[in-house]
């Protein structure tokens, strides 16, 4: 149906196992907005959240965008309203806007360039050392680019709920109990974690890293588990080992779970079925639309992105 119909499915790497199986291509933020500028499909299949999908309607407004599950969202991206950032910004003037692709249109056309976890650091050095920076919204990938560029930066104060959440106890015991598997997570986990972990990327990098280890026999993970499809598929010996979550007071287990796999999927990302996306394709519904006034701001830090990556 998807060639009958010219479109291309697009699919995060945090997607199920099965959407990721059928995607005609799987990335990360920056890839999957990268790809779609320069897609040549009348329709754009977005598997993953909202706000990529708002991406990929910016970059390509002739285009119909879909997603599977339009209540697909993101706890960071909700974590920064346009009308919050608009007062934040106006109360800094002179301050160049640094907003992550993980923000809604309303926030990126609010702002001066938007980055992804892939290209954040190299972006944030590009600014001249002078020029005063509003980071936002992840205060943990804030955290890690202004220490590892050195510079000050007023931080944005969300978190994804996801990546914040990992357990610093159960990764320290994961390390004990194997010395020799690398620690790899993701800039948006707290800085706990990031101290205890040999290799800080997006999602890509971390990847990246698993294929061109192929000799590792064990991987602890510190970032969401879809991704470990694609890792085990690229390493089919290795063992991976995920970094549960802190389980907080009066929470407790199903009885088919365990802690391992508890809270480092994303709900959001996992609103995607097959059968959604079957559906999605054959009605060509639910449609993602940015109104055009929005469209016509976001798009310049978007192509600023798309031009220093
Ligand atoms: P990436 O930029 O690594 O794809 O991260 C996207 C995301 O939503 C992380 O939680
Ligand atoms: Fe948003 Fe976190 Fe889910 Fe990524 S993992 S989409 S940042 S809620």
Redesign the pocket.
Known sequence: MAKQKNAVIMAHY?QRPEVQEVADFIGDSLALAQKAAKTDADIIVLC??HFMAETAKILCPDKKVLIPDVNAG????DSCKAADLKAWKDAHPGYKVISYV?TSADVKALTDIVVTSSNALKIVQSIPADQPVLFGP?HNLGHYISQMTGRKMAIWDGA????SRFSVEALIALKREHPDAPVLAHP?CKQTILTLSDVIGSTQALLNYVKSHPDTRKFIIAT?TGVLHEMQKACPEALFLPVPPEVTEGESLAPDQHIGCMCNE?E??RMVTLEKLYNCLLNESPEVNVEPAVAKQAIIPIQRMLDLS
Request: contains cysteine; glycine residues 6%; charged residues 15%.
């Open positions: 945090y993953g959240v993101c706890s960071l991206a993980n992840d994804c709920h996801v990546h948006e969401e994303c959001y990302m």
